[in-house]
């Protein structure tokens, strides 16, 4: 599985962006698909996971009620929608996929993509 994120970019606070990860295979839905950020000088962390069907969700504190995980199997696409963006959402977003994985460990995801710069200014 080759991941291909994308619709990174600077915005203010407050404001909203949507990023896409694109998937390579036809077995994209048998994966559990995650959202993960690293800012300088930090570990990377996670963010948002989703289930094989999208019928289940998961979220880190830091961004519960303001980030929205979804994907589109027919489209092999998963999806973060960022709304009320802080500061200090700003990072280097990953997608990742694996099959068995503990959602929220980032060392249980077989593939990555290649990370997209999201960038909030106060």
């Known amino acids: 599985v080759q991941l291909q994120a994308s619709g990174g970019g600077l915005v203010q606070a407050g404001g909203s962006l949507r990023l896409s990860c694109a998937a390579s295979g036809r077995t994209f839905s048998s994966y559990l698909m995650g959202w993960f950020r690293q800012a300088p000088g930090k570990e990377r962390e996670f963010v948002a996971g989703?289930?094989?069907?999208?019928?289940?969700?998961y979220y880190a504190d830091s961004v519960k009620g303001r980030f929205t995980i979804s994907r589109d199997n027919a489209k092999n696409t998963v999806y973060l929608q960022m709304s009320s963006l802080k500061p200090e959402d700003t990072a280097v977003y990953y997608c990742?996929?694996?099959?068995?994985?503990?959602?929220?460990?980032?060392?249980?995801?077989?593939?990555w993509g290649q990370g997209t710069q999201v960038t909030v200014s106060s």
């Open positions: 989703i289930s094989w069907s999208g019928g289940n969700t």
């Open positions: 990742a996929a694996g099959r068995r994985v503990t959602i929220v460990v980032a060392a249980t995801y077989d593939y």
